[in-house]
């Protein structure tokens, strides 16, 4: 048999390496003036000063207008592709390997290439080297294109000092205090990503500190002075005042209105007011949900407190951590009588109170013994019932009901039921996080 079996290996390895042979040779079916792309390649210069080359050469690579076509077990996908061309195969197989298998040839296109390197210029100048030149370096060998795109970054500018600049005194002072946490530091590459991510977090900084209408577009495209310092720039960054004012607002929270059982159709007199802990409650008197204290204690805001988004942020975030509601909404509105005051109102969409879900399956166990045992059938049901605000504390309320039986079908009478399973069990879950003694909020 192992003699058979060699006998066999040889001629089937033969006619594997025969076609592997012709369909490696694909560019016999290419025109005249066309080559394949067979690969492409990044080399840096060697004036290029870059931290991690290997990293940049994973993010270029990503710019590749036109990629090498990939193989099959060897086998050229492009090859599939010809193949299905000169073939009138219209089977199912036939399609599936066409739609799976094969891959449109890469016929190397000049013009792709020069794209292909004009993107990764501009990709390095924003990431701080304005110095970089990119272009492609074709080689051609039997009809077959080999491509390097030789990069020269240069060395990157980076940061020497920076001015932060701005006409509105306000922020003028909030520049001056927040400079030790700015992402704009000495030695710094300056790219377009730090720049961005230097707005973010002044943006942020501001808006936590009362400037509620203050946007990212009030700050200015950045300036930088190169001449001092080769390779150093000095950096200009200048924070503009609003359009119809000299400077920007500080705003103070002045009501919170909070509807703990929101419904649209319902016009705002249909509410009771209810004052607890400095919020106004408007509450349905057709759906006492959950009690208010419990909702106060998930709001991080407070009246008269200055303004700032991320106690609004993470207000919304707990309201919804309560699981007892499909919706919250949180509404800023300046005050009427005075603009520097902003009125917070919180509309909350309730769930369903109760859910249940139904849990079936049947089974077949295989008791085939010398003994005569018979074989059994179980079946098994299991209802669970969810409340999701048990004693109007956004408790969460589980309870599993499990039933499952086990029969002999062959056995007539008191035998036929072989085993009977009954179950109950009850989950109460308190909301982790509720702070009972102002502990998280006066962090």
Not at 86 to 107: Q, T, Y
């Amino acid at each position: 048999m192992l003699n058979r079996a060699r006998k066999l290996y040889y001629p089937l390895l033969a006619c594997w390496l025969c076609l592997l042979g012709s369909a490696c040779n694909t560019t016999k079916f290419l025109q005249a003036d066309e080559q394949l792309l067979k690969s492409n390649s990044i080399k840096f210069s060697k004036d290029s000063e870059i931290p991690n080359k290997r990293n940049l050469q994973y993010e270029l690579e990503g710019f590749y207008k036109q990629k090498v076509n990939s193989r099959f077990f060897l086998i050229p996908r492009e090859w599939f592709y010809y193949k299905a061309l000169d073939s009138s195969d219209s089977s199912k197989f036939a399609l599936w390997k066409k739609r799976v298998i094969a891959e449109e040839p890469a016929v190397y296109k000049e013009t792709l290439s020069i794209a292909t390197a004009e993107d990764m210029e501009t990709y390095l100048q924003k990431k701080g080297y304005y110095e970089a030149e990119v272009y492609a370096d074709e080689n051609y060998r039997r009809k077959k294109a080999y491509v390097t795109y030789m990069v020269s970054s240069g060395a990157p500018l980076r940061i020497d000092t920076v001015i932060f600049n701005s006409r509105d005194a306000g922020i003028q002072q909030m520049l001056e205090n927040g400079q030790p946490r700015t992402l704009l530091r000495k030695g710094e590459i300056i790219s377009e990503s730090l720049f961005e991510a230097e707005k973010k977090r002044l943006t942020t900084y501001l808006r936590n500190n009362g400037y509620a209408d203050f946007d990212s577009y009030y700050i200015s495209p950045i300036e930088a002075d190169t001449t001092v310092v080769p390779h150093t720039a000095q950096l200009y960054f200048e924070v503009l005042p609003p359009l119809q004012s000299p400077d920007h607002r500080v705003f103070d929270i002045n009501q919170i209105t909070i509807f703990p059982a929101y419904d649209p159709t319902k016009e705002v007199s249909a509410y009771r007011d209810s004052l607890i802990e400095g919020i106004l409650f408007k509450l349905d008197p057709e759906n006492d949900l959950v009690h208010p204290e419990v909702i106060a204690r998930s709001v991080y805001v407070k009246p008269g407190e200055t303004y700032n988004q991320e106690k609004i942020n993470r207000t919304r975030s707990r309201l919804g951590l309560l699981g007892i509601y499909k919706f919250v909404r949180i509404e800023e509105q300046v005050n009427n009588t005075d603009s520097n005051l902003v009125n917070i109102r919180i509309e909350l969409t309730p769930n369903k109170k109760l859910a249940t879900d139904l849990n079936f399956e049947l089974n077949y166990t295989n008791r085939s013994t010398t003994s005569g045992s018979g074989n059994l059938l179980g079946i098994f049901l299991g209802p669970t019932f969810r409340n999701r605000n048990a004693f109007r504390g956004a408790e969460l309320a589980i309870t599993n009901l499990s039933a499952g039986l086990d029969i002999d079908p062959r056995i007539k009478g008191s035998r036929f039921w072989n085993t009977i399973d009954l179950g109950i069990q009850t989950e109460i879950i308190l909301p982790k996080f509720l702070d009972y003694f102002n502990i998280w909020k006066n962090i």
